[in-house]
């Protein structure tokens, strides 16, 4: 029996449709939000970590000069510029003397004088001297005299008085001796006083070094204390290196470091914390440490430079392990999804020390070979299906 139109109708449309519902019910739990989760797996291991610190810092010099004079004065004189290498002792710079010369001229002649009168007092002591052992030895004499009489007591009271004027002058030529010669002290002190400014006016180079900088330039009035000339020691530079307090634990001096300088891209050199400073940088919330090469590089770097400092710290114990890209978050707490049976569950961990490779110890919360979500192609929750790939592209998707 033939059926009628209209059913045969309806039944393609039954048909179609039933085809499309499969059609959408595939797409849906194949690529839409009902797809499984395309991820990468990997099992927790049991192995040894190297953590390493790792800063920034600048380039700087150990020991650095700022070689000025010890009184106001104006440049007169520069001898050498930036980039300079001079020896120990070398002539840097001099500074106008003014009327430095004319005094110490003067004193000279002071002293001389001084040193004259030294002489002149002299002569009077002697001259006193001998006038008061005269006086003495008439005293006596007429003292012998008077006891048999001889002579009148009123002369031998004037031979004392005598004898007591000749104490006074010979005292007085004696205060006029030291006097002269406290006079020639002083002078003799002022004019080493004024030599020694001189010598300051004229700057010197302590060490062998490099120049750095002209702080000034000729007919600049300086005052006292100011730098003219600031100059390093080549052979003695170091990082100044800064690393963030919350990864700082275990820095300590004479760990190996590795430095990059940012001139020379891909290429580091050793070296070794030589400090670490006992203040940090509250500002920054930095710990800061000196870092010095182990051979200096050559051509060597300037100062200021920015490089990039990796410190090694000890090897730790073998513990569990996992990459940190495995950690996800999870109402603001680090995860990690566990693998089990095909599906996930969370797991709260706990971690330790990491190594800059991204492996990162577990402490708590996973054992020696449980498979865990490394990569996923979109963000997980208790309820996603996965679909365990190594296809990069998918995980991409």
Do not use: C
Not at 45 to 69: C, H
Not at 248 to 255: F, V, Y
């Amino acid at each position: 029996m033939k059926l009628p139109s209209v059913s045969r109708r309806t039944l393609m449309l039954i048909g179609v449709g039933a085809v499309a519902a499969a059609l959408f019910g595939y797409v849906v739990l194949r690529s839409g939000p009902l797809a499984p989760v395309a991820v990468r797996i990997a099992a927790v291991e049991a192995r040894s970590i190297s953590p390493a610190l790792f800063g920034i810092g600048t380039v700087e010099a150990r020991f650095s000069y700022k070689i000025g004079p010890t009184i106001a004065g104006r440049v007169a004189k520069i001898n050498v510029d930036v980039g300079n290498r001079v020896r120990a002792g070398q002539v840097l710079a001099e500074m106008d003397p003014i009327d430095l010369d004319a005094r110490i001229a003067a004193l000279n002649a002071a002293i001389g004088r001084a040193e004259a009168s030294i002489r002149t007092a002299e002569a009077q002591v002697e001259d006193a001297s001998a006038r008061r052992d005269f006086t003495l030895a008439q005293t006596k004499r007429y003292d012998e005299l008077w006891k048999t009489r001889t002579v009148s007591e009123v002369a031998v009271e004037t031979k004392r008085q005598d004898n007591q004027v000749a104490d006074a002058a010979l005292s007085a030529a004696r205060s006029n001796l030291l006097a002269a010669r406290q006079d020639v002290q002083r002078n003799r002190a002022d004019r080493e006083g004024l030599i020694k400014q001189r010598e300051n006016l004229i700057l010197f180079a302590p060490v062998d070094g490099v120049i750095a900088a002209r702080k000034a330039e000729l007919g600049t009035t300086i005052v006292a204390g100011q730098a003219v000339i600031e100059m390093i020691d080549p052979k003695n530079l170091w990082i100044n290196a800064r690393f963030d307090q919350v990864a700082a634990t275990g820095l300590q001096q004479n760990l190996p470091a590795s430095i990059a300088l940012r001139s020379r891209a891909g290429k580091s050199v050793p070296g070794r914390v030589a400090r670490v400073e006992v203040l940090a940088d509250a500002v920054t919330e930095e710990n800061l440490a000196k870092v010095e090469f182990d051979t200096l590089p050559e051509p060597l770097p300037p100062i200021g430079e920015l490089a990039e400092v990796t410190v090694a710290l000890p090897e730790l114990p073998a513990s569990p392990v996992i990459p940190n890209a495995a950690i996800q978050s999870l109402n603001g707490k680090p995860v990690v999804w566990r693998v089990e049976d095909g599906k996930i569950h969370v797991a709260t961990v706990q971690f330790g020390s990491s190594d800059l490779n991204g492996a990162i110890q577990v402490t708590k919360g996973l054992k020696v070979g449980d498979q865990i979500v490394v990569y996923s192609a979109s963000r997980l929750a208790s309820t996603s299906r996965i679909r365990v790939t190594d296809n990069s592209t998918e995980l991409l998707k």
